[in-house]
């Protein structure tokens, strides 16, 4: 195994640690998280079955790869960061943008299909897993300008969250686009990015379970003004 393959699997156990951090920290202080952390925990969760049916798929059933894998991550991350936002995040949601979501999520589940049913490993590309973060970016933006108008719900651990959100996601936005379309199937490239993005996750992951034991052990907390919850 080579020096950038032990570098990987470091980071890519790394960002697991921190994940399950954040899933027991979850557990610990969810009747103190505000309503929109309690609600994160799907995702929490989703990460956690990915991670523990990865690991069944590749090292009990012994299988090669396990690619297939982003597709479906990237459905699901897709729908509860949309619910997430829409039910806690904006105080109001027109029907246009529920119809834009759902053509969404159906491009999705049909980019999903293709990208498991119709490519190879070296030619796998995750075209869907970019237009999540571009779409995620969007919802983080529009928070963030309706916060400015007074027209978002506020509250300490919703602008925590969103801008954590903002971050990863515009970060990971970038590594995807050069993952998916610069560097055309040339994994002796590609593994450095997928190192960044594991990486990325793990400090994520940091971030999340850090608010979670904030807002699990602080009563009050404030920010710019706002209180939380």
Avoid at 82 to 103: H, Q, R
Avoid at 104 to 133: D, M, P, T, W
């Amino acid at each position: 195994m080579s020096t950038i393959q032990i570098i990987w699997q470091i980071c890519n156990k790394l960002s697991l640690i921190l994940l399950v951090c954040s899933f027991i920290l979850s557990l610990r202080f969810y009747r103190k998280l505000g309503s929109e952390l309690k609600f994160f925990f799907l995702f929490i969760l989703l990460g956690i079955s990915t991670e523990a049916f990865s690991y069944i798929y590749i090292n009990i059933l012994e299988q090669k790869n396990n690619l297939f894998v982003i597709p479906l991550y990237y459905n699901f991350e897709f729908f509860i960061m949309t619910c997430l936002f829409f039910k806690y995040f904006y105080n109001k949601i027109n029907w246009i943008s529920i119809g834009i979501a759902i053509l969404i999520q159906l491009f999705l589940c049909i980019e999903g299909y293709r990208s498991i049913f119709h490519e190879q490993i070296y030619s796998f590309h995750a075209y869907g897993k970019v237009l999540v973060n571009f779409v995620i970016i969007i919802y983080s933006l529009k928070f963030f300008l309706n916060l400015a108008k007074g027209k978002s719900p506020n509250g300490v651990s919703k602008v925590a969250l969103n801008s954590l959100f903002f971050i990863y996601y515009v970060l990971s936005l970038i590594l995807f686009i050069f993952i998916n379309f610069l560097i055309n199937g040339d994994t002796t490239i590609t593994i450095y990015f997928w190192i960044f993005y594991s990486f990325l996750t793990a400090l994520y992951y940091l971030s999340i379970s850090l608010l979670i034991w904030k807002v699990g052990t602080t009563h009050k907390l404030s920010l710019f003004g706002y209180q939380s919850f």
